[in-house]
């Protein structure tokens, strides 16, 4: 019987950023959904129209991508493994297209902002906001508008038949963006060696000494903290979430420990993930 495709989804059209982070964890056998919005994304997984999902995290020059962090305490789902792509931004044109013709790009505002070096060199071009990398690329290939260019993948140029004029336009070549990949809760996880991480998410009393009480449960154990985000708590002004990720798995006894005495002197905690942590980028 042939075996059946994972089936993945990811924000955005075919060719974006999500799109590579899906096949760099998954491989290139499986099968994708495209999501217009991200919580249509986690409703797929968590209803089972896919089995798994991309979530962009965390970029390095634009930091957290703070609607995701919300969904991961809204929905129960947890995260398996994480993934790291470099970002190339490339101009893109429908092909025969001249440079000297090009008068407006369209792509995603972060995508638009992170290549203002090129901008600058070429003031005579219009940025043109749009909601998808790739799906900027669809669009100027669907419908040539006249001088019209995308900023985009190379995936997102193969995927649609468009012609890369420009290649590597971003400004940073330290431009990386953080992925998890997510399953439903009862995904059985199969046992790696590579070092592991953990992500979770607690509250604690607006009281003086709290927080410094609750990292305590993991500086006492020698713990190391890689992470720590904070988000404002629907419904209750000026109190916060705290999200964190460590080194270490949730079986090994000084984490157990750790967790216990978190959950002692925090109001909420919930593990969002262990996982096999990726490789730094370089």
Not at 17 to 45: D, H, N, T, Y
Not at 190 to 202: E, I, M, N, R, Y
């Amino acid at each position: 019987m042939k075996k059946k495709k994972t089936i993945v989804a990811f924000q955005g059209e075919r060719g974006a950023f999500s799109e590579l982070a899906a096949v760099q964890l998954l491989g290139e056998k499986i099968q994708l959904l495209p999501c217009e919005r991200f919580e249509q994304m986690f409703r797929a997984l968590q209803d089972g129209a896919a089995d798994a999902a991309v979530v962009p995290i965390e970029n390095t020059l634009h930091g957290s991508v703070h609607e995701n962090y919300d969904h991961l305490l809204n929905f129960n789902l947890k995260i398996v493994a994480e993934t790291s792509v470099r970002i190339v931004h490339n101009l893109i044109v429908p092909p025969g297209t001249r440079f000297a013709g090009v008068k407006h790009v369209y792509s995603h505002p972060v995508a638009l902002n992170q290549c203002l070096k090129f901008f600058a060199a070429h003031p005579r071009l219009e940025k043109k906001t749009f909601y998808d990398t790739a799906g900027s690329v669809k669009m100027i290939m669907a419908e040539l508008p006249a001088g019209a260019a995308a900023i985009a993948s190379s995936l997102a140029a193969a995927n649609y038949g468009g012609q890369i004029l420009k290649a590597s336009i971003e400004d940073d070549r330290k431009n990386f963006t953080r992925f998890f990949l997510l399953r439903r809760p009862d995904f059985p996880l199969a046992k790696s060696k590579a070092p592991s991480k953990v992500s979770l998410v607690f509250t604690t009393k607006n009281s003086p000494g709290s927080l410094f009480r609750a990292l305590a449960a993991l500086a006492l154990r020698d713990i190391s903290l890689v992470k720590i985000e904070s988000r404002p708590m629907r419904g209750r002004p000026w109190e916060y979430l705290f999200y964190l990720d460590f080194l270490g798995h949730v079986d090994d006894p000084h984490v157990q420990h750790a967790l216990a005495h978190l959950d002692e002197v925090s109001d909420l905690l919930r593990v969002l993930g262990c996982y096999p942590a990726a490789e730094p980028e370089s």
